[in-house]
């Protein structure tokens, strides 16, 4: 069930309460002294345009069965991960602790700045390109987006950027069908 929009980091752990957690191995150290200063938005469904499926878990955990989808044979040993992810119903799972790099960006720049793994945030929301969001996702997203302001002052509005936006070409989620008027107002 989504929160009430009272969310909270854990400095020590780098853990988002109120979350499920399922920890991914697919993490790593953020270089010295960097700055977590972007967000970055990203869609996923497993299989692909299909929701709900538990599937995602079982790919930030390096657990997904290739023979179980056939779209899941090229995919099955990608090791990837995102920090959180929120589903069509507005509940936040965790993957990686914030301090932790996730792997989610993939080759990538920012305004001329390689590697955004290394100094960004990384949100799955469950979803396609084609398919609105749901109104749980948002009501959930903004207190999370707020609460990562909070704790990481640096990402101001203007540094919330697509999957899209950093890997143009290569990427196009989270696509037209995310409400990019309706996060940014309600920054």
Known sequence: MPSSGRYSIDP????????????????????PGCVVDLLV?????LPPGEFGSGWIDELFTNQL???AHPTFESIADLRVSAHLLIDRQGNVTQYVPFHRRAWHAGRSSFRGRPECNDFSVGIE????????????????????????RARYPAIKPDRIAGHSDIAPGRKTDPGPAFDWQRLLKAL
Do not use: K, M, W
């Open 12 to 31: 020590a752990t780098g853990l988002l309460h109120p979350a499920r957690h399922c920890p991914s191995p697919n993490h790593g150290p953020r270089p």
């Open 65 to 67: 069965d290739p023979a």
């Open 125 to 148: 929301l469950e979803g396609d390109e084609r398919t609105p969001f749901t109104e749980a996702q948002y009501v959930t997203l903004l207190p999370v987006v707020q609460t990562l």
């Open 41 to 45: 938005l990203h869609a996923i469904s």
